[in-house]
């Protein structure tokens, strides 16, 4: 068994093809309505962190999200039209090696 695989074995990894999973963030915060067109700032924290870094994901539940983002423990939208929406953010170590399931969803209504 090589190192990474060892190491990815503590934290329930299975090969060097797919990350192994960690604690999701905490629920993001932020506004839970919001006018069309008008952007909204959310929150979220990193609950486990092995390697003292990592990397933000934000699905905006319009179909949209961000790419991964090393200052991502925050983040903007603005909504294009009347709805409910479920914002959920996911994290991983910039090496991949670790990555988390989604974050308990916020839900958002727009106006």
Known sequence: ??????????????????PATFPPPTKPSGPTELRIGVKGKWKTKDKYDPL???????????????E???????????YTKAGTFFITAETRCPMRLFQSGPSAALKVVVN
């Open 1 to 18: 068994m090589s190192f990474w695989e060892w190491l990815m074995s503590l934290f329930g990894g299975g090969g060097t093809e797919t």
């Open 68 to 78: 991964w983002d090393d200052d991502g423990e925050s983040a903007k939208h603005a």
């Open 52 to 66: 003292d870094a990592h990397e933000f994901w934000w699905e905006w539940g319009d179909g949209t999200h961000t």
